[in-house]
C-alpha cells in the first residue's frame, strides 16, 4: 500500500555567512515529546539531507483533523561548527564568563511562530475563550502567506534563554515582602504556578515546576517580569537550542490570534495552509585588523591598506553596506611589529571607519599592502621599487574581540608574516 503524505509546514535556517544562505551546519530533530505527537498525528519529520531545515509532513488529514491540543511542536537544534557563534551576529558578551547574563552552558538558543507577544497580556489575564466548533473540511491556502511574514522570533541576535531545572532557586535582585510570584506558559500566557513571598524580606524563593512540560516559561513577582527561561527536566543536557511550532487547531488558534499571529498551519475550521518558517541568522561585521610582521622591510606610516571593489563583486557577499573604495588607519607599530591597520577605529565620537563582513566565500573586493606615493616639492611622484602585497580575508572560525570600551564592536586580527 502507497501512502500519500501531504506537506504541511518547513523550517528553513537560513544564514547569510554562507554563499547559498542556507545555514548548513545547524540541525533539527524532534524532542521526546514532539515525537510522541508525530506518532500520534501520523505526522513524519524529513530533514534537508545537508541540514539547514527539514519540512513535517501528514500521512492522515482525517486525523490531523482531531488536533485539539495547547502543544507545539518542539525541535531541538544542534550545531556542528563550534566557530558558527563567531561567524554569526550576536551579542556574545552576556553569555560570556564575567557577563551579567546567562552563560552558554546554562542557555540555549530558542524561537517560535508565536511573534511578538503583546504588551498587554500580564499573567492576571487569564484567558478563558471557549473551543470552537467542530473542524470542517480541509483545504489547502490559495496564497500562503509571503516568507517575510514567516520569521520565527525573537530574532537569533536576541534569543539566547537561560535553561532551568523544573525546580531552582531564584534570588531576587532586591529582598521582597509579601510578593505575588507567577509563573507563565507560553502560549496561553495563563499561570500555571503561583505563591506569596512570606510578610518578613527574603532574598530568594524556590519555583517548583515539577511536573510540567519542558518549555518556555516566564516568572513575574507583583506583574513585573522577572525572568524568561526555558525549562528542563535535565538541564545539563539541553540542546544547542529549540524550535517551536504551534500548528494551530481549535484549541490554539485562539491564542495565537489574541497574539497578532496568522501564521499556522492548521486552521479552526479545518483549513491548511503550508508555511515555510524562517529562522535567520545573520553573518558578523568586525573591525578588520591587519597585523604584519617582515624581516624584509620596515612597514609603518609610508605603508597603507587599501580597499577596493573588483569584479567578482557579489550583491549577497558584500563586505559592507557603504564605502566599498577606502584606506585603512595606520594604528600601531612605528618602531615595533607587528603594523597594524585597522578598517576603523573606536574613538570618543565613536566609529570611524568601515565595519566588513564575515562570510564563508567573500568576494566583491581586494585588500593590498602598498607604498603610500611619496612626492617631490614639484608635486611630482617618486618612484619607489617597493612591491604591494596581496593581503588574505578574515577567516569566520578564528575567535573575534570585543572592544574594550564598546562591546558591540568586535575585532578579526588578521596575522600576515612577510
Known sequence: MISAYTPLFSITI?????????????KLSPDNACMDLLARYQLAFRPFPKGGGATIYCNNLAILRSFNLLDGLSFDLSCDDIALINYTQIDTTPLSKGGTGPSLNDSLFYCDNLGSTSTTDTPDTLNTLSTPGAISSITKAATPPTAENNCLQPAFGLSALETQPKQFLYVFDTPLTSARLTVTDNLCNAIVWAAITPDQPVPSYLINLTGLPDGRY???????????????????????????IYLGGPAQVPYLANKGNTNYTLSSTGDITLINYQMKLEHRQTIWRYKIF?????????????????????????????????????AAGTT???????????????LNGELLNLLQTPKGMSFVLEPIAATHANGAHIQTTASSVNLPYAQGNLLVLPDNDNTTINYSDIYVYL
Not at 571593489?309 to 553596506?321: G, L, P, V, Y
Open 14 to 26: 537560513n544564514h547569510s555567512y554562507f554563499a547559498d544562505n542556507l545555514g548548513y551546519p545547524l
Open 294 to 330: 617582515s624581516s624584509q622591510n620596515n612597514y609603518g606610516s609610508n605603508w597603507q591598506v587599501s580597499a577596493s571593489t573588483t569584479k567578482n563583486a557579489s550583491a549577497n557577499q558584500e563586505f559592507n553596506t557603504g564605502n566599498n573604495n577606502f584606506t585603512f588607519t595606520y
Open 336 to 350: 615595533e611589529q607587528p603594523w597594524v591597520y585597522q578598517s576603523a577605529v573606536v574613538d570618543a565620537a565613536g
Open 218 to 244: 516566564q516568572l513575574y513577582a507583583d506583574g513585573n517580569l522577572l525572568l524568561s527561561f526555558y525549562a528542563l527536566d535535565i538541564p545539563n543536557a539541553s540542546p544547542w537550542g529549540k524550535i517551536t
